[in-house]
């Protein structure tokens, strides 16, 4: 029914109005009677412990499984169960299917006492001791890595820093080149901090707590983070599996880690502020990290609508690397997407699995 | 006697002074060349100038009074002429203050800064030199050296005051604008106050402080002065992304009553709501990439941090005479306790190659 002299269709803006109140209350009653939203459940064993740090071997699943071992790295941002977050779209699960031979680290939850851990302590001690655990307990003479993120940068470091011990290198929507970040269009968290007060911050508040960050990050699409999201899920949330899969993400989008200061200092100073990497200026306990020393195929995969690592800070790894085996891929995906999309299920995780095993001899 | 004639001699003087000026009044009026040309005895048609003669005179007769006066009080009642003679002066120079003050507040190109310098001095001058006379000759060094140190401190005030007259008239002018709906002028206005803000009264925050509780005071005006920052920088924070919203909501309305002209608008709620947040969306992007926003927005977490700085620091202070460790304490904990790991594992690694050594030692004997 449209109006006669104004044209809106008032009748259909009633029912669409009833409809979501409907929808709402119905919704109501499936989250009190939500019962499984728990994630991170492919069957795994803690294998190596250090500090806060833990590392998990995922059972394999499938008959014939990779001689190399896989390690994820992933960031110090917020949890590694995202690879794992529900069974249907678990990334994890998926590689694990496909014949990888999964380990993965987790970060845990720095406290206070965490303020002085370093990058040095992260890429040198607790990535380098879990690589050797694993070399020694597979009897292997390499690893390969999947860097995640911010485990993405770590993996490249750490990678150029100890090139004999990982036979392949993927990253995974991994900054790599701040200041081209910078200058993407939805470059937002590279522009910002590049006026960062960062050492005031860590001085002060010793450890970084998570809730700053995740502020940040809804903050880079306000009306679609912090209200269309919640407006837009009503219309689905009669759905059982809908509701248990919102519920799981929205658990995982919160359960944000506080950072360990120094790390944090020289993470934001020397890369998001001074792209130290792609300078070639940047250190580890004195060594300077020569990305060119990346011998090894190095596949990168990028989202093209990724807000938070936008792909134009992804791609420049395969310029500054010294491998010959080199490609890129990028998916019309955003950050979060490339975990928990049926693209990533689909697409991502097959591709991932084809790229390493290919390369397994 | 002498000077009772040298009186009667000055009066006559004065008398014949008067006529000539009266004379010459008359000559300026209508000249006798103007006379000679056939001008007819009008009034200056000039107002202004017509006037200057007669002010002319008076001011002359006001100076023969002055002469007339004093003279007289040289002779008859020395004390109380010259006090009646002083507290004429008061009152004309107080005159001569007031004038200057509507001149300066009604001018076109008026400067509160100037004026304020020149009453201040002239104030002074005024008190100093007038009233001082009344007193008696006792109190009047005494006088004196108070209105030096009332100088001084007006100096200091004004010194302080300063960046406040300076920018009076901008800051009125921004407020007025906001007021009528001018968005940047409201973002403009706090700025310009947060910066008079730090540069005046800030400083009072961060003044040296004396006195046993030296150090709990000075914490406590640090802290009053970073809540006081983040107050304002949180102010023209919020300014701005108010700015964006009321913005895009004229635009939304504007473009809105576009559509339905055309019959292209969203036909039910939903669509409107869908188009609404993704012009919001939009709107805060284009805001968000800007290098202004994003000095912003550093500026914002700085002064967040500096107040959580300033009070933990102000709690840590008061809390020190309780049984319970600080955070100062526990971070030296913390040092110690990272040092002590870091000591273990490099002792672990050396214990380990030392093990592999002798193995290798026992395997080869």
Redesign the interface.
């Known amino acids: 029914m449209m109006l006669p002299y104004f044209p809106i269709d008032l009748e259909k803006s009633f029912d669409d109005l009833f409809e979501y109140q409907k929808k709402f209350i119905h919704g109501i009653d499936v989250l009190l009677n939500l019962k499984d939203t728990e994630s991170n459940k492919t069957p795994k064993e803690l294998f190596y412990k250090e500090d806060k740090m833990k590392v998990f071997h995922y059972k394999p699943l499938a008959k014939k499984v990779s001689k190399v071992p896989t390690l994820i790295i992933y960031a110090l941002v917020n949890r590694q169960y995202m690879m794992d977050i529900q069974q249907d779209r678990s990334v994890i699960k998926n590689l694990l299917e496909l014949g990888l031979d999964l380990y993965i680290i987790d970060w845990g939850y720095p406290t206070a006492q965490d303020k002085y851990v370093t990058l040095e302590d992260y890429i040198d001690v607790y990535i380098e001791n879990t690589v050797n655990e694993i070399l020694k307990r597979t009897d292997s003479t390499k690893v390969n890595i999947i860097g995640v993120c911010q485990g993405g940068t770590f993996s490249a470091i750490y990678t150029a820093l100890n090139p004999e011990k990982v036979k392949n290198l993927v990253t995974m929507v991994t900054p790599i080149d701040f200041e081209a970040g910078r200058k993407a269009k939805d470059g937002y968290l590279f522009k910002w901090s590049k006026d960062m007060n960062v050492d005031n911050l860590v001085d002060t508040y010793g450890v970084i707590p998570g809730e700053f960050l995740n502020g940040g990050f809804d903050f880079l699409k306000p009306f679609q983070l912090m209200l269309n999201k919640y407006v837009s899920i009503v219309d689905n949330l009669e759905n059982p599996d809908t509701a248990a899969n919102f519920i799981r993400m929205e658990k995982w989008i919160l359960d944000s880690p506080d950072q360990s200061g120094e790390a944090f200092r020289r993470f934001i100073k020397e890369l998001y502020q001074e792209n130290r990497l792609i300078k070639g200026t940047f250190d580890i306990g004195g060594r300077v990290v020569d990305l060119k020393k990346i011998t090894m195929p190095v596949l990168t995969i990028c989202g093209d609508e990724d807000h938070i690592v936008p792909p134009e800070s992804t791609r420049p790894l395969l310029d500054y690397v010294g491998s010959k085996d080199k490609e890129l891929v990028s998916y019309p995906i955003g950050h979060i997407g490339m975990y928990v999309s049926s693209k990533s299920h689909h697409v991502i995780a097959p591709k991932i699995a084809e790229w390493l095993l290919k390369r397994e001899k | 006697m002498s000077e009772n004639m040298d009186f009667m001699e000055m009066y006559f003087e004065n008398q014949k002074k008067m006529f000539d000026y009266w004379q010459d009044l008359m000559n300026v009026v209508v000249t006798p060349k103007d006379k000679a040309q056939g001008k007819k005895e009008e009034p200056n048609s000039d107002f202004e100038e017509s006037l200057r003669p007669t002010q002319e005179m008076t001011k002359q007769w006001f100076e023969f009074n002055d002469q007339y006066l004093k003279n007289i009080s040289k002779v008859f009642f020395p004390l109380q002429f010259n006090k009646i003679f002083s507290g004429a002066n008061i009152y004309q120079n107080l005159y001569e203050i007031w004038e200057d003050l509507i001149k300066t507040f009604t001018g076109k190109d008026s400067d509160p800064i100037t004026f304020c310098n020149k009453w201040i001095k002239d104030y002074q001058k005024l008190l100093s030199s007038n009233f001082i006379f009344y007193l008696p000759e006792q109190v009047q060094n005494f006088s004196k050296k108070f209105i030096e140190i009332y100088s001084l401190s007006t100096d200091t005030s004004q010194k302080f005051l300063h960046p406040w007259l300076e920018g009076s008239q901008t800051l009125q002018n921004l407020l007025t604008k906001s007021i009528t709906g001018d968005k940047t002028a409201y973002i403009e206005f706090v700025k310009l106050w947060n910066e008079k803000f730090s540069s005046t009264y800030g400083k009072i925050f961060n003044m040296p402080i004396f006195s046993m509780n030296r150090e709990l005071m000075q914490k406590q005006m640090h802290s009053i002065n970073a809540s006081i920052n983040f107050i304002n920088t949180m102010s023209e924070f919020f300014a701005t992304m108010a700015k964006v919203s009321q913005e895009t909501f004229e635009k939304i309305i504007k473009d809105y009553q576009e559509m339905?002209v055309k019959?292209n608008?969203p036909?039910?709620?939903?669509e409107f709501?869908e188009y609404w947040?993704?012009q919001?969306?939009a709107a805060?992007?284009k805001l968000?990439?800007t290098?202004e926003f994003?000095?912003l927005?550093?500026q914002v977490?700085?002064a967040g941090?500096?107040f959580?700085?300033e009070f933990?620091s102000l709690l840590e202070n008061t809390l020190k005479f309780l049984p319970y460790p600080t955070?100062t304490d526990?971070?030296s904990l913390?040092?110690t306790?990272?040092d002590l790991?870091r000591e273990v594992?490099a002792l672990k690694k050396e214990v380990i190659m030392l093990k592999e050594i002798k193995a290798n030692t026992v395997t080869i004997s």
Do not use: A, C, P, Q
Not at chain 2, 267 to 270: G, R, S, V, W
């Open positions: 339905l019959g608008n036909k039910t709620f939903k709501y947040w993704k919001n969306e805060y992007h968000f990439g290098d994003s000095k927005i550093s977490m700085d941090v500096n959580k700085k933990d955070r526990m971070d913390y040092r306790l990272d790991k594992r």
